[in-house]
């Protein structure tokens, strides 16, 4: 019930503070960072809750109980190497405390991300609480700490330091090898493409799921050594192959929002809206290559997919549509 109600007044907070713009500027800070607080509260003291926190209290009891050095256990149970670090790290402390800690990591760079943002403050904030926050921060953690990780690498992207970029991706990587695929927005930094061509690129990336053969391409990818072909070879065999045509399907229609409002407010579209929305389609791209196996579609573009929250942290203005002539 309380996820519910952090929903409903989340979305009365943004359409208050963003849309209306009611409120001084402390004000809004106060209450920005008390529903930031309480977020991560909710991270930080739940039991029994998210989607993967019964399999991570047996794994915290196997690993620390274990004589195996964290290489070997990595091997051993397919987790990152980095997270089995964390766990270790608390190897004499309980599972509730090491809980507290990786929801420290993975919701409050996040949120201070977003605060840092100069932009709809708490759209973003709900934007991130419906989406990112209850699938990643309150479940899939070492993913949602990976994603942490990654916002800190956007400003050697920015300044074009490919070192210390590809090192902070290493880094996310090791907490979660999805990560890796951050790397492919190096190449779209700075390009501002036409409507056109995001329009064509949509359309076929409704038609790749009709045309490719996604399971001959992961049979490719298993040729690769190391983490990619454990990674692959584990999600294909483990989880059903299912079609993800529906959520592909919507966020296109997000992504034509966000075309919508780069073609009409161009003075508004810095360079860091173009970043995020190449980020954005490079989601849409990935996903419709790996249309047949859910898990990879979904969990391997999270890193790109989160950028819409920024996206709509530029697009949430009052005077949005109101279209000049």
Known sequence: MIYYSIFVILFVAAFIFDFCKFGQNKIQQTIFWIFAFIIFLLAAFRYE?????????????????????IVNLSNEIN??????????????YSFNLFIIFISFLAVIPKIYFIYKI?????????????????????????????????????KYLLNKNIAKFLLVIIIASLFHSTSLIFIFLY????????????????????LIPFFLNTSSLITSL????????????????????TSIIFSLFKRVIIMIIFIYYSKHKKNDCDRFFWLSINA????????????????????????????QIICFGYIGKTNFFLIDA
């Open 49 to 69: 809750t998210g989607y993967d926190y019964v399999s991570y209290k047996n794994m915290f009891a196997f690993i620390n109980n274990s004589s195996e050095n």
């Open 79 to 92: 987790i990152e190497i980095g997270f089995i670090f964390l766990m270790r790290l608390f190897k004499y």
């Open 187 to 206: 190449i779209l930094k700075d390009r501002k493409f036409s409507t056109k061509f995001y329009l064509l690129v949509l359309v076929i990336s409704l």
């Open 118 to 154: 100069d932009k709809n403050k708490f759209l973003m904030l709900f934007c991130y609480f419906s989406s990112i926050f209850l699938t990643y921060d309150m479940g899939i953690v070492r993913q949602g700490i990976s994603l942490s990780i990654i916002l800190f690498s956007i």
């Open 222 to 241: 298993s040729f690769f050594k190391g983490i990619i072909q454990t990674k692959t070879t584990y999600y294909t065999n483990y989880y059903e192959q």
């Open 280 to 307: 954005y389609i490079l989601s849409i791209i990935f996903m419709s290559i790996f249309n047949n196996v859910a898990i990879i579609a979904t969990r391997g573009t999270v890193s790109l997919y989160m950028f």
